[in-house]
T-cell receptor
Framework: DVKVTQSSRYLVKRTGEKVFLECVQDMDHENMFWYRQDPGLGLRLIYFSYDVKMKEKGDIPEGYSVSREKKERFSLILESASTNQTSMYLC??????????FGQGTRLTVV | AQSVTQLGSHVSVSEGALVLLRCNYSSSVPPYLFWYVQYPNQGLQLLLKYTTGATLVKGINGFEAEFKKSETSFHLTKPSAHMSDAAEYFCAVSDNQGGKLIFGQGTELSVKP
């Protein structure tokens, strides 16, 4: 079974904190994506990566950055958390010509 | 740029009635199209997908969708709704099988007894 593991299921952080969300996969897939899911807005793409040390902005990258130092790990960084970043964050992986696999999600609350 | 529009954020049907969830997309290249379902407090699960070939695609749980290029649509249907179909449904488009997915806003399906 493919495993996409997100480091935390629930997180509560204070405004202004630097927040790290980690995603690790065990399938050697090239493509990794970070989305946020909000009611009525669906899933919106924040950043993605097709290779180690490669990153591309998605549709809503403002306030976020990413790091991919190793193929299996893709980190989402909130440089200075704000209340409007309270959301469910989903890590997704895909290989070339394979299905998408979703992590269990991290529900982040910024207070 | 690709985009997806799902018409209707909430759809309510009676048990046994036809389910129709609408999805329209825009894409400058031949699209890959997907429907995902999310049951309460669960992750997203692939229902069905269109890549190439036959335009009528059958998925799990009796759902199917038809790719209509002339209408840029990929509507999801099921002939007879079941209570267990109550969930949120997401349509998504990609420009290739492994590339980024662009999702619609989601449609919440309620099924009345």
């Amino acid at each position: 079974d493919v495993k996409v593991t997100q480091s935390s299921r629930y997180l509560v952080k204070r405004t202004g904190e630097k927040v790290f969300l980690e995603c690790v996969q065990d399938m050697d897939h090239e493509n990794m994506f970070w989305y946020r899911q909000d009611p009525g807005l669906g899933l919106r793409l924040i950043y993605f990566s097709y290779d180690v040390k490669m990153k591309e902005k998605g549709d809503i990258p403002e306030g976020y950055s990413v790091s991919r130092e190793k193929k299996e790990r893709f980190s989402l960084i909130l440089e200075s958390a704000s209340t409007n970043q309270t959301s469910m964050y989903l890590c997704v992986i895909q290989g070339v010509n394979t299905e998408a696999f979703f992590g269990q999600g991290t529900r982040l609350t910024v207070v | 740029a690709q985009s997806v529009t799902q018409l209707g954020s909430h759809v309510s049907v009676s048990e046994g009635a036809l389910v129709l969830l609408r999805c329209n997309y825009s894409s400058s290249v031949p699209p890959y199209l997907f429907w995902y379902v999310q049951y309460p407090n669960q992750g997203l699960q692939l229902l069905l997908k269109y890549t190439t070939g036959a335009t009528l695609v059958k998925g799990i749980n009796g759902f199917e969708a038809e790719f209509k290029k002339s209408e840029t649509s990929f509507h999801l249907t099921k002939p007879s709704a079941h209570m267990s179909d109550a969930a949120e449904y997401f349509c998504a488009v990609s420009d290739n099988q492994g590339g980024k997915l662009i999702f619609g806003q989601g449609t919440e399906l309620s099924v009345k007894p």
